[in-house]
């Protein structure tokens, strides 16, 4: 991966350190209970990744949802199991998901550059410098 | 962020370790969302269960001698003591679990309501309160319809603000995030808990994150048909503050709701939305086998509608039928003849309890079930509990019947 392939986007830095990994994008929020904890398989029938892991991904969420007592069941059960996301970088961050990968301690990112989200496609491969706040980004092709 | 003297030294762990690492939760939170300092909160409820994290969280924070300034209410687990007398021995294993977690709970200062609806029952909010509420139904009524603020807290972040008695100052607690920014022109007529159900499914999930103005909506809708909208606007997204033109106390007029501004988005939700709903998330088929009302627990009232249903009539020997309350409303229930009507007709009504808790899983996981419930077939089909999803008449006739729904 050469450095002049790469983009660079700003972030804020939630919680955790730094983070790389391929990437995943969900098109809609996602509740980390309904992941199966074995395969990091998402398990929600009617969810748009249903069937894909998001194991070592970093995942690009628009926002986190559902109950305020088992999304952070799954995030600590995908962290035992070590079948959980490498990171997480989130466009509406709220309380739920942040206080979980706070007490977890996955590292959780926002308020990224919005030309970040132009160029972001399945499989690229992001590094995010958590000290720096910044996100590298390498296109899959350059890979 | 800016710490007075007393929230630096439970920082420093003058309170203890237990205090300093709610305090630390507290902290990282306001820095994320860029609080400039804490509030006092006068209220917490906290939707803790038994699962590993929630056991984990609170044994490392009881040992460190934390206790919760702010008493809070907390969320059911489930009544093995009632399970056991009725011939279910332990479904789950769990009965150490459970008596360690009480005296974990206790120690915290945590108060044992093991209720889903504090907020119509045992923690009621007034206007303007600070507080810390978690629990998907409770946190949009405390916020939109008591007017009290509180974010979406998490059940860890809930008993971090009980045992500080702080909350970072950002998000819904400060005015100008509480405006709407999402309008929703609801076209269809909304009648009773079940549509309010399907309803807060069908919004939430199609707006996705912000702040909705309902207009459309009837004018005086129950405390009842509320929690249930509440619940599910939590469930389908992440919802926790709305409005609805005329009827919740911060949106006189659309202009208030909107606080003056213009709407970022506008829905409409139609009688497809909700027929959509209802099918999306109705699971399995085939004979059920169980009938489970009270997610949201359900009231007074409402055990009062499933008694009327039942009197004088007698359940289908191969359907099990659960009603689902507080344990407070369990004891009301049981003044008022209804338990006992119900109890008559082969039907259970048990307190503190949870639809989505392990004691079901092994009972009903694989089969086919109905209620009137969308957020509990929702996380329930995670472990192939399905459900079908009917309104609560509905679900008594099939009880009374047996067979397919």
């Known amino acids: 991966m050469g450095k002049e392939n790469a983009l660079t986007f700003n972030c804020h830095r939630i919680s955790g350190g730094s983070a790389e990994g391929q990437v995943l994008i969900s098109p809609e929020p996602v509740c980390f209970y309904m992941i199966d904890t074995d395969t990091g398989k998402i398990n929600e029938r009617s969810h748009a990744l249903v069937g894909q892991s998001i194991t070592d991904k970093v995942l690009v969420l628009p926002s986190g949802k559902g109950s305020s007592v088992v999304q952070d069941e799954g995030l600590f059960a995908l962290k035992q199991k070590n079948t959980g996301p490498k990171g997480i970088i989130v466009k509406n961050p709220d309380t739920v998901l942040v206080a979980g990968t706070i007490v977890m301690d996955y590292p959780l990112f926002d308020r990224v550059d919005n030309e970040f989200y132009d160029h972001i496609e399945n499989d690229d491969y992001v590094k995010v410098d958590a000290e720096r706040e910044l996100i590298m980004l390498v296109k899959k092709q350059a890979c | ?405």
Not at chain 2, 3 to 18: I, Q, V
Not at chain 2, 94 to 115: D, M, P, Q, V
Not at chain 2, 248 to 258: G, H, K, V
Not at chain 2, 373 to 391: E, P
């Open chain 2, 1 to 405: 962020m800016y710490l007075n003297d007393e929230e630096k030294r439970m920082l420093a762990g003058d309170f203890g370790s237990g205090t300093a690492e709610a305090m630390k939760l507290q902290v990282a939170l306001g820095e994320a969302f860029d609080a400039e300092r804490m509030v006092e909160i006068s209220r917490a409820h906290v939707s803790l269960a038994h699962y590993p994290s929630d056991v984990w969280y609170t044994a490392k924070l009881a040992a460190g001698g934390a206790r919760c300034r702010i008493k809070p209410t907390c969320n059911p687990l489930y009544d093995l003591h009632y399970l056991e007398n009725v011939g279910i021995r332990d479904p789950a294993n769990e009965a150490g679990l459970l008596r360690n977690l009480k005296e974990t709970f206790l120690k915290l200062g945590i108060t044992l309501t093991y209720s889903c609806t504090p907020e119509i029952q045992s923690n009621v909010p007034r206007f303007g309160e600070y507080v810390a509420f978690a629990e998907s139904s409770a946190t949009p009524y405390v916020n939109a319809v008591c007017g009290a603020r509180s974010n979406r807290e998490s059940a860890k972040s809930a008993l971090a603000a009980a045992i500080t008695g702080r909350a970072p100052l950002y998000g819904y607690l400060l005015d100008e995030n509480r405006t709407g920014n999402v309008l929703i022109e609801v076209e269809t007529p909304i009648n009773d808990d079940f549509d309010y159900h399907l309803l807060g499914y069908a919004a939430s999930h199609k707006m996705g994150p912000g702040v909705p103005v309902f207009t459309g909506m009837p004018m005086k809708p129950s405390p009842e048909e509320l929690v249930c909208f509440g619940a599910q606007l939590a469930t389908g997204g992440s919802v926790a503050m709305y409005h609805i033109v005329g009827v919740t106390p911060e949106a006189s007029d659309l202009e208030t709701a909107f606080g003056g501004k213009t709407p970022e988005k506008k829905l409409t939700i139609t009688e497809r939305d909700l027929q959509k709903t209802q099918k999306l998330l109705s699971h399995g088929s085939g004979r059920i086998e169980f009938v489970m009302l009270g997610c949201p627990h359900y009231s007074i009232g409402q055990v009062a509608e499933v008694a009327r249903l039942l009197e004088g009539k007698k359940i289908h020997p191969e359907v099990a039928f659960w009603v689902l309350t507080s344990p407070a409303t369990r004891g009301l229930a049981d003044r008022m003849g209804y338990l006992d009507t119900i109890n008559r007709a082969g039907g259970h009504i048990i307190g503190g309890t949870c639809a989505d808790i392990s004691c079901w899983y092994g009972l009903y996981s694989g089969k086919v079930g109905v209620t009137d419930s969308v957020k509990a077939a929702y996380y329930t089909a995670r472990v192939d509990m399905n459900f079908q999803l009917k309104r609560r008449y509905e679900c008594v006739e099939i009880a009374l019947r047996g067979g397919e729904a």
